[in-house]
């Protein structure tokens, strides 16, 4: 993980109309499990304002490719009536040059050019847009490093510029442990804990975990998953060894009872958690942590870019798959008060079940 609407003159309103839009994406690309094409949601560029160039860049330490969106904003009025242009209107019209620069710890500059990209569409993915064009450059991110953003119109002796420093690493999680053997227990009266290190450079966690588990119908099983996302945290929250957030066993039973539906014509079966760990550099936290705590903050107040609109930062994944249930787990899915109604089967009938096949 809601979000925002507001207005101001020029740039002002633009980023109000735009970044509140922007903020709803990036809480549903935090809060929701976040892929390349994971999103569907459309930005509105459209409002009262000048021209405006709209950029959005995630460095993203978990691919060797880097993307980049780009597009205009503005509204035409005319004889008192306010008409919104068609997207190839909205697209950036003349040259320009979009590079990525590394910054090694000697100094040294390394350049990755951006070129037009094929491989995504422009209505999937991060930010999709149909007026958004969506630009690639071959490169992987080295960790603690500072990265700038320059996109050059060299007709309008324009540059927009922005930069951040990447993410010290990797997602280490401590549990669950992929370890031989290892079940999760999750009932009324026993929590779990996912546990993980912070990262260097890293200021926003959002964490999700999928309960997955199969519906049985005629013999043929169909996967189905229950998605439980945990609360943000930030960088703020986090001066400790690592972060821990829990899942609670009561409330567990209470969303599944609730988020699945009686079905008498199938069994369940229980297959175990999917975790999904998403991490966001400081210009993500400091968008949504300001939209979070309007009453202190306004949303209007910043940008990653001086003379344009959008974000500029890096965001990191990590997928811990299929940690298994333990048999009390199991049992109180089947057997428990709230959703023995379900259908789901008990840990010695899921044996039984094995052994036929």
């Not at 207005?7 to 499990?33: G, N, P, T, Y």
């Not at 459209?46 to 780009?70: F, G, H, M, P, W």
């Not at 620069?101 to 993915?125: C, L």
Request: contains cysteine.
């Amino acid at each position: 993980m809601n979000f925002w609407h507001g207005s101001m003159i020029k740039l002002q309103l633009f980023r109000k109309q735009i970044h509140r839009k922007v903020l709803a994406l990036l809480l549903r690309l935090l809060v929701c499990i976040i892929t390349v094409t994971s999103c569907s949601e459309e930005i509105d560029l459209y409002s009262e304002s000048d021209k405006l160039t709209a950029i959005y860049c995630l460095l993203n330490n978990n691919d060797s490719v880097q993307y980049l969106r780009i597009s205009s904003q503005y509204t035409i009025i005319g004889n008192g009536k306010v008409i919104k242009p068609d997207s190839i209107d909205l697209t950036v019209k003349g040259d320009f040059i979009a590079y990525l620069s590394e910054t090694s710890r000697s100094g040294e500059q390394v350049s990755h050019h951006f070129t037009p990209s094929f491989s995504i569409k422009k209505d999937t993915g991060w930010f999709p847009t149909e007026a958004l064009q969506v630009y690639e450059t071959r490169c992987t991110i080295t960790p603690n490093t500072i990265y700038s953003l320059y996109v050059l119109f060299p007709k309008e002796k324009r540059m927009i510029f922005a930069k951040t420093v990447s993410f010290g690493g990797g997602v280490l999680v401590f549990d669950p442990a992929m370890v031989p053997g290892r079940k999760l227990n999750l009932f009324p009266g026993e929590d779990f804990y996912l546990r993980y290190e912070p990262l260097k450079n890293a200021a926003i966690y959002q964490a999700t975990a999928k309960f997955l588990y199969d519906d049985i119908r005629d013999g043929i099983a169909e996967r189905k998953e229950l998605v439980l996302t945990l609360p943000l945290k930030f960088g703020d929250q986090t001066d400790i060894d690592f972060i821990s957030q829990r899942i609670s066993g009561d409330r567990f039973l209470r969303d599944v009872a609730r988020e699945i539906a009686m079905d008498t014509s199938v069994k369940r079966r229980p297959v175990g958690f999917n975790f999904h760990i998403s991490v966001g550099g400081e210009e993500l936290a400091l968008e949504i942590k300001k939209d979070l705590d309007a009453a202190s903050f306004s949303s209007a107040d910043y940008s990653s870019f001086k003379n344009a609109a959008g974000i500029f930062s890096s965001l990191s994944h990590k997928w811990i798959e299929t940690i298994p249930l333990s048999k009390f787990t199991i049992d109180s899915l089947a057997l428990s008060s709230l959703t023995r109604g379900l259908g789901f089967l008990t840990y010695d009938e899921i044996n039984k079940l094995d052994s036929i096949k």
